[in-house]
């Protein structure tokens, strides 16, 4: 198999991750080394942990030294987390997935191709093609929904997954908006994707297959309500 065209940093926000953040390091490096890109490097940022999660990431950095521990900069979240890992990576493309790995690291191969002529490729689980296994509950499509449509009715934003966590960047545009963020929670991606588009980058969807997990951080109700109102101050970045 030929090696992929770019180098990868893969950014991981992790809080209170200590049950799986080992296996998920140990699936990113084989993954990889399989796909042989020229150089790439796993940055797990901690978001003030209160369990082992950085004991065990700086373990693996012993046996695999392509793996960095960073500890969230900027207050205390998601998007603080994600910030801090963009803006540490060294490499030609930026891929942000989940502590669980719910992206099919399948998908790595074709974002980087499809980052040969586009600044942000973004994984989708509502295109044609994509596979969500197993399929959400009601309550969690219901919140998805509302999600999309305050994105849309908000924002100039018209992607189709804004909230999908398995998304690859080129890194020069990604730290140029990443230096600006001032969302520090899950919506995040929404400011930063509204920023990216503002400035003419080209964003393109891919489907994805996204292995759904049951223990999830985001809480439907309270978190839902805040990543609304997350959206309404990020609708307009200054």
Do not use: N
């Amino acid at each position: 198999m030929s090696s992929l065209p770019l180098s990868v940093s893969v950014v991981v926000p992790c809080f209170d991750e200590e049950r799986r953040i080992g296996a998920t390091i140990a699936e990113l490096c084989r993954v990889l080394d399989s796909l042989d890109p020229p150089s790439w490097e796993v940055l797990v940022v901690d978001d003030h942990s209160s369990d082992r999660t950085a004991e065990i990431v700086r373990a693996a950095s012993v046996t695999q030294p392509r793996v960095r521990l960073l500890a969230s900069a900027v207050g205390k979240g998601k998007g603080a987390a994600v910030r801090t890992g963009a803006l540490a990576a060294a490499h030609d493309a930026v891929l942000v997935v989940d502590a669980d790995l719910a992206g099919d690291l399948a998908a790595v191969r074709r974002m980087c191709e499809l980052l040969a002529d586009a600044d942000a490729v973004l994984g989708s689980r509502l295109l044609p093609g994509a596979v969500l296994e197993p399929s959400r509950t009601v309550r969690r499509r219901g919140a998805a929904w509302v999600f999309r449509s305050v994105v849309r009715v908000a924002t100039p934003l018209r992607v189709s997954d804004p909230q999908c966590g398995f998304k690859m960047f080129r890194r020069e545009p990604l730290q140029h908006h990443a230096r600006a963020l001032s969302t520090t929670g899950y919506a995040y991606e929404v400011e930063l994707l509204v920023r990216l588009a503002q400035s003419g980058a080209v964003l393109v969807d891919l489907p994805i297959t996204w292995r759904e997990g049951h223990d999830s951080k985001v809480r439907v109700g309270r978190d839902g309500v805040e990543m609304v109102r997350e959206v309404w101050r990020a609708r307009r970045p200054t």
